[in-house]
T-cell receptor, first 115, second 111 residues
Framework: NAGVMQNPRHLVRRRGQEARLRCSPM?????VYWYRQLPEEGLKFMVYLQKENIIDESGMPKERFSAEFPKEGPSILRIQQVVRGDSAAYFC?????????????FGDGTRLSIL | SQQGEEDPQALSIQEGENATMNCSYKTSINNLQWYRQNSGRGLVHLIL?????REKHSGRLRVTLDTSKKSSSLLITASRAADTASYFCATDWSNTGKLIFGQGTTLQVKP
């Protein structure tokens, strides 16, 4: 499967726990975007990363959220001390081109539920 | 907010009819993109129209862009039941390619 792979597809956490969401971009893509989608809404940009660099994190909440894209391995979106309001679908997209301006290829998302 | 707005929010048509969805946005853009999302799935890219283009076709899809009105429309001709999905417009306005999505139009095509 050459598409964007996200895991897990569904993640359930209790308030206060940590959530780790993984994204493997398409082969040959080195640019990753994370978006969050609340029910019945469009996607909202969170962060844009290239290998080992955060390029734009203007959409990331200031606390509890962090993202990385290491030289080896998938991109990780980490949410510490989760709260009910973190319940959402989190989508990763990848692009082959520096700076974007090209179609983005999306994974099927991770649906995070907070009990 | 630079987020676009789409209308209608929901659209229900019969198979074979045409579906038109509209999108408005607020800032200058590099390009505007349309995506489809089936229930429980990720987004699938449909078409990209650059700021210097006015119309683009892809199969049964036709997209127009009016930068003076900051609006775009997506026309799906001869709709099929398989076109049932949510459709989102997204504007690429920054140097990084991050997308700003509209709220989406939910399309139901009845067989």
């Amino acid at each position: 499967n050459a598409g964007v792979m996200q895991n897990p597809r569904h993640l359930v956490r209790r308030r206060g726990q940590e959530a780790r969401l993984r994204c493997s971009p398409m082969k040959g893509h080195s640019h990753v975007y994370w978006y969050r989608q609340l029910p019945e809404e469009g996607l909202k940009f969170m962060v844009y990363l290239q290998k080992e660099n955060i390029i734009d994190e203007s959409g990331m909440p200031k606390e509890r959220f962090s993202a990385e894209f290491p030289k080896e391995g998938p991109s990780i979106l980490r949410i510490q001390q989760v709260v009910r309001g973190d319940s959402a679908a989190y989508f990763c997209a990848s692009s082959p081109v520096d700076g974007g301006h090209q179609p983005q290829h999306f994974g099927d998302g991770t649906r995070l539920s907070i009990l | 907010s630079q987020q676009g707005e789409e209308d209608p929010q929901a659209l229900s048509i019969q198979e074979g009819e045409n579906a038109t969805m509209n999108c408005s946005y607020k800032t200058s853009i590099n390009n505007l993109q349309w995506y489809r999302q089936n229930s429980g799935r990720g987004l699938v890219h449909l078409i990209l129209i650059r700021s210097n283009e006015r119309e683009k076709h892809s199969g049964r899809l036709r997209v127009t862009l009016d930068t003076s009105k900051k609006s775009s429309s997506l026309l799906i001709t001869a709709s099929r039941a398989a076109d049932t999905a949510s459709y989102f417009c997204a504007t690429d306005w920054s140097n990084t390619g991050k997308l700003i999505f509209g709220q989406g139009t939910t399309l139901q095509v009845k067989p």
